[in-house]
């Protein structure tokens, strides 16, 4: 019933950018912070962007200056707006949400994708 459904992902040349989105359905609580996290064959999972439901961002020291994470209330969706892309950033993309009101639980997408490679 619950579903994130992310985006955007393919394959790109170092120095361009792309642009991932993360549609959230099917949840009934507020939803409270929304990050992206990333993961890469043979490297642990990480935290890439995260913003609040006030808007308050957070950002990796790898992507401070290069990435942009946005929302949309409205149509419940987040955003994360890559430029300036390495080889490094390399790895499946996953978008993150949590919601509820008394209770509150985490929900994950699929992932999708991201190969920075000529």
């Known amino acids: 019933q619950v579903q994130l459904v992310e985006s955007g992902g393919g394959l790109v040349q170092p120095g361009g950018s792309l642009t991932l989105s993360c549609a959230a359905s099917g949840i009934i609580g507020s939803i409270k912070d929304m990050s992206w996290y990333r993961q890469a064959p043979g490297k642990e999972r990480e935290l890439v962007a995260s913003?609040?439901?006030?808007?308050?961002?957070k950002y990796a020291d790898a992507v401070k200056g290069r990435f942009t994470i946005s929302r949309d209330n409205a149509k419940n969706r987040v955003s994360l707006q890559m430029n300036s892309l390495k080889p490094g950033d390399t790895a499946v993309y996953y978008c993150?949400?949590?919601?509820?009101?008394?209770?509150?639980?985490?929900?994950w997408g699929q992932g999708t994708q991201v190969t920075v490679s000529t």
């Open positions: 993150k949400s949590v919601a509820g009101s008394s209770w509150l639980w985490a929900y």
């Open positions: 913003i609040s439901s006030s808007g308050t961002t």
